[in-house]
């Protein structure tokens, strides 16, 4: 099977795993070329992370939880999505994402697409029908609601600092929601 995995390093012959905010190292990636590109574009620093995507059938949405927010994010962010060719025993589906896979052992890539601005990515997929944008003008109040207690939990199961770059990332865009929580 195919699989693409974004990343903003160049050159990677083989990808390994690394720890991110799970149990273990894993390489994460996508049967979607799309989805693998949301993951060049972090709004906060790593380990954390701040994707907030859903589906529509099998497209992929970038949910806007404020105005603009993927032109923010992505505009000007270059980087590369490199294409891999798996077993299925190679790897593991990922629990509430359809299109994600892990793996625990390093895999060569087979290929790269380079990705000049991820920006103008996304508006070629969106023009494709490859992924949509929910667009933070479009969202009901509930809906916002919705997306920020997620946010809130998230950050309550994790026992993130008031000071990390995702809580600070919270803080100037969501103040109610980091308000809610060390206020």
Known sequence: MTLYHGSRTGGIDVL?????????????????EAVAAFYLCNAVERPYYWFPYGFEGDTPIYHELYPNALKEVSDGVSGYIYEVNADEGQVIPFKDIPCARLVTE??????????????????????????????????????????????????????????????????????????????
């Open 16 to 32: 390994k795993p690394n720890l991110a905010d799970h149990d273990r190292p894993y390489v994460y990636m996508s049967t979607l």
């Open 106 to 183: 390093p895999i060569k890539t087979m290929g790269c697409i380079e990705v000049t601005n991820a920006y103008e990515l996304f508006m070629k997929y969106i023009e494709e029908g490859r992924m949509k944008i929910g667009r933070f003008e479009d969202k009901s109040q509930k809906e916002l609601e919705r997306w920020y207690s997620l946010t809130e939990s998230h950050i309550r199961e994790k026992h993130l600092p008031a000071d990390c770059s995702y809580t600070e990332f919270v803080r100037e865009k969501f103040p109610r929601v980091w308000e809610r929580i060390y206020g």
